[in-house]
């Protein structure tokens, strides 16, 4: 049982080997905290899936971090100030710049798209790099945050210039059988990304079953507690496949 989504996210031929072992030994391999932390996403997708249904296309906020930070930009709160803030309460990577960059939602997109038959790499996900170069080039987290900070002016007329249309900004990774892409959106009061708050994730599938009324999975997504409870989840239902 993991939390940890590097090795799910790693090369194809490594992910089928994982699961080519725990075959072979007969040993569960378990990561619903992969995407979500605690929220049942992945076994949600394998039941929709097992049970017949055909996804079309998945839409989610799925990093905590980010939808707290975004959630939290307001005119009098700078950018650097609450990645500050979403660090201090360990929401985020130990360098920020992990969630920033979109990578952090990447590797949750490729797992999930893997989990639909797609035999992709973390190369096919598109990403758009929020981050201005200076903030990229940092050699230390203190160093990044100096430079974030910087940036503050760049983030607010993004933040000023959504705000003017009535819209917010979302983290938004979209996925389906062709592959993925996760980048910021402008997203109005009808968007049902529009009213996420705190660290909560929003997860919608849309499938032949739920196609005009997506299925939606919503919920924390970031923080010790609720991944750890994922964790033991995991792990008290091996004890009874056991027992």
Do not use: W
């Amino acid at each position: 049982v993991t939390p940890n989504k590097v090795a799910n996210a790693g090369s194809m031929e490594d992910y089928l080997a994982y699961r080519s072992l725990s075959k072979k030994h007969g040993v569960h391999f378990m990561y619903e905290t992969n995407v979500g932390a605690g929220l049942p996403v992945i076994s949600t997708l394998r039941d929709l899936l097992r049970s017949g249904d055909q996804i079309v296309k998945i839409e989610a906020v799925l990093s905590g971090s980010l939808s707290f930070i975004f959630n939290s930009f307001t005119a009098d709160k700078s950018f650097s100030s609450i990645v500050g803030e979403a660090q201090e309460l360990g929401f985020t990577e130990p360098d920020p710049r992990v969630d920033l960059s979109g990578m952090d939602v990447a590797r949750k997109a490729l797992i999930l798209a893997r989990e639909l038959g797609s035999e992709l790499e973390l190369s096919d996900i598109q990403v758009e790099n929020i981050l201005p170069e200076a903030c990229i080039a940092a050699k230390t987290v203190e160093d990044f945050m100096d430079a974030l900070k910087a940036e503050d002016d760049h983030f607010e007329n993004l933040r000023a210039a959504a705000e003017k249309e009535g819209k917010a900004l979302r983290m938004i990774a979209s996925v389906s059988p062709e592959g993925g892409r996760v980048g910021l959106q402008s997203v109005d009061q009808s968007n049902p990304f529009y009213s996420l708050s705190g660290s909560d994730n929003l997860i919608l599938f849309s499938s032949e079953r739920y196609l005009q009324r997506p299925m939606v999975i919503r919920g924390p997504g970031a923080g010790a507690e609720v991944t750890a409870a994922g964790v033991f989840a995991e792990l008290i239902s091996i004890g009874n496949y056991i027992s």
